[in-house]
């Protein structure tokens, strides 16, 4: 290998493989590498950096750059190694090889030729027994600690590709690949594998504790606006509300009973067809006087935005002349197929996202409606199951988008469609930008955007699962993040198990950063992709529809909130200076102690509250770990436990262990 010095970068030289390795921020240094003999300038989604000036040594047998707490080192067979400014190894590449025949079984880093332009690639790093892994978005797999899984890298509806890993070692890790693929973290090795990509890309942070790499994090990929007061609220939802009269009753409803409220949904198929992006007059007839009377309530709207495009659509023949959809490489361009025959509009093309925003301005925005629900947005491709045996057709390699195949370029997609909602309400004047996505991608979360985790079950294991997802999201740099409490579908409201199993999501939804009813309750249509639109509704979903015990519960979860709005604000505040999450996993607040990275079913819900939900039928009693370095009180019993030992905590019905740090004082109880 040859090494040299070129401006700020070491670069490497050898076997027709070319390196780059710089400073990208502090303590910072991004690897790029290619077969191609050329490197391209794919930031991708990554913010420029302030220049940062490196130390870099050559020698015969090895080249080292180092930025800040972070180093370098290159040995003559190309192989890299990351380290600390203390000498502590962080990374490692992985290479078998076999001494006597001196040669190379397995590289570290390989291309394997798909095209003349991209590349199946794989990059294998040693694994270390004792280390956690945490972050890469959200998958509904049970898991905190992602130490010895499988992830694939690609968007799915429930599951969010975001390849950013925190390691308990002092590092933080991007994959900066929107490629289709996967992330193999488990006992022999570590490695990073992409079906289509162009050369390999990522970033390794250095970092004292995790809070501090998930800074640096926030400072590469992005950090969110301030979140209005409003927006930390109670929001209404349901499948869905069939006309304007329906739903404004709803919200009277809330009122009359002096419930608060701040946002009400108005769900999917209020247009004519997919695609047209308006209401549909028959049911919807006056939106200006809908709007103004929701805002007289003091309950803002939000409404529902599919990127899906019928061939009957009044849009349909203009944005496929222009070049303003998603193609098939092969075949019939036809991506989509629920109530209608569709394709989909092109988010990584800048002329569609300006297309879709007009629409929404012209057909929402101008009726006073700021807030937009962006579904769909992996884009979900196929037939979608509603819980039904369809198959789904991800063939990614046919997929043609503006920047791209769909092998090399679709994990980035839903950071695109939010940006056209966000840049598009920039420029109408607006400051206030909170729109709900079901997918994310790195940046996401500096558009403005509240994640939510998709369609998922109504059943006691899918809540456990969802406090883990949201842990990883917040590693992920998402601070705002919420589910559907009660799950998405299978829920009946007449049911016991059902009515517990909304009650204590409810209690764990109180203490996540966007607070919000949503489902598809029992009674549904028997075929919801074939059922006449008026019965694509489901069952009732609002906070009085689960029996009195629920309501009067639920009902107090609702006030609780609102007192506890300035401490979240607070929390807000400083996800939007600093980047740090709100909801927050116990090692980000208690570093040093080891026992914490194995709890995955309690968290932090800003610095002063421990929140254990329980996730279980029938519990009444949970064990709970408090952390050591902290008194902790239980503001229902006013008991005070010295911290690092396990305690037995009264979980009733009525409420969930919580748990205030250190004489904290917070509205907790009425």
């Not at 010895?148 to 308990?168: M, Y």
């Not at 009525?654 to 917070?666: C, E, M, T, V």
Request: with cysteine; net charge negative; glycine share 8%.
């Amino acid at each position: 290998m040859l090494f040299s010095r070129e401006g700020r970068k070491l670069v490497v030289r050898g076997g027709g493989e070319i390196i780059w390795i710089e400073p990208f921020g502090k303590d910072c240094l991004r690897f790029r590498s290619s077969s191609r003999g050329m490197i391209e300038a794919l930031d991708w989604t990554l913010l420029p950096q302030e220049d940062v000036e490196p130390e870099v040594t050559i020698t015969p047998e090895q080249a080292t750059i180092r930025n800040g707490k972070i180093i370098a080192e290159v040995d003559v067979r190309g192989s890299v190694r990351y380290k600390k400014d203390n000498g502590q190894v962080l990374l490692e590449e992985l290479w078998l090889d076999n001494r006597v025949l001196n040669a190379d079984l397995l590289k570290a880093r390989n291309y394997r030729a798909r095209s003349s332009d991209l590349f199946k690639i794989s990059l294998y790093f040693k694994a270390h027994p004792e280390e956690h892994f945490f972050g890469m978005g959200q998958y509904a797999n049970d898991c905190l600690d992602l130490k010895g899984c499988v992830l694939e890298l690609a968007q799915r509806n429930t599951q969010i590709s975001i390849p950013f890993l925190l390691s308990s070692l002092g590092y933080g890790f991007i994959w900066n690949n929107p490629s289709v693929g996967r992330a193999e973290l488990v006992r022999n090795h570590t490695m990073w594998y992409a079906e289509g990509a162009r050369q390999i890309d990522y970033l390794v942070i250095a970092g004292s504790t995790p809070e501090e790499i998930v800074k640096h994090y926030a400072n590469i990929t992005g950090k969110p606006p301030m979140i209005p007061e409003w927006a930390l609220g109670f929001w209404q939802c349901k499948l869905r509300y069939r006309t304007q009269e329906e739903l404004l009753e709803v919200a009277r409803e809330y009122k009359r009973r002096g419930l608060p409220l701040a946002v009400i949904v108005i769900d999917f198929f209020h247009w004519p067809h997919q695609g047209d992006w308006k209401f549909d007059s028959r049911y919807w007839p006056d939106p200006e006087k809908m709007i103004r009377e929701l805002n007289e309530l003091g309950v803002k709207a939000m409404v529902s935005v599919w990127p899906t495009v019928d061939i009957q659509s009044e849009n349909y023949a203009e944005m496929a002349q222009k070049g303003l959809l998603l193609r098939t490489e092969r075949g019939i361009p036809v991506l989509f197929t629920f109530r209608g025959i569709t394709t989909i509009f092109d988010a990584t093309n800048p002329e569609a996202r300006r297309f879709i925003w007009e629409k929404a301005r012209e057909n929402y925005y101008r009726y006073g409606i700021k807030m937009f629900w962006l579904d769909e947005a992996e884009p979900e491709l196929g037939m979608p199951g509603f819980g039904y045996d369809n198959v789904l057709a991800y063939d990614y390699d046919n997929l043609r988008y503006f920047l791209g195949n769909g092998l090399e370029v679709s994990n980035i997609y839903p950071f695109f469609y939010v940006q056209a909602f966000f840049e598009g309400m920039k420029s109408a004047g607006e400051n206030e930008v909170v729109n709900l996505s079901r997918c994310a991608w790195l940046g996401s979360q500096r558009l403005g955007a509240v994640v939510w985790s998709g369609d998922i079950p109504s059943t006691f294991e899918s809540l456990r699962k969802q406090v883990k997802a949201g842990l990883n999201m917040a590693v992920c740099g998402i601070p705002w993040w919420t589910t559907d409490i009660g799950g998405f579908y299978g829920g009946d409201p007449e049911s016991p198990s059902f009515r517990e199993l909304i009650v204590r999501w409810f209690q764990f939804g109180v203490f996540c950063p966007i607070f919000r009813l949503h489902g598809f309750r029992l009674p549904n249509p028997q075929d919801p992709s074939r059922c006449p639109a008026e019965e694509l509704v489901g069952g009732p979903n609002e906070i009085w529809s689960f029996g009195e015990e629920a309501y009067e519960i639920i009902k107090e979860l609702l006030f609780l909130r609102e007192r506890l709005k300035p401490y979240i604000l607070k929390g807000m505040q400083r996800a939007h200076e600093e980047g740090v999450p709100m909801m927050r996993p116990l090692f980000f607040d208690f570093p040093t102690d080891r026992e914490v990275y194995r709890i995955e079913d309690e968290y932090m819900f800003g610095p002063d509250l421990l929140v254990a939900p329980v996730v279980e039928e029938g519990v009444r009693v949970r064990r709970v770990y408090l952390p050591e370095g902290a008194r902790w009180v239980d503001p229902h019993t006013g008991v005070t436990h010295e911290g690092g030992r396990w305690v037995n905590a009264d979980a009733p019905l009525s409420h969930i262990p919580i748990f205030l740090r250190d004489g904290a004082k917070l509205p907790i109880r009425g």
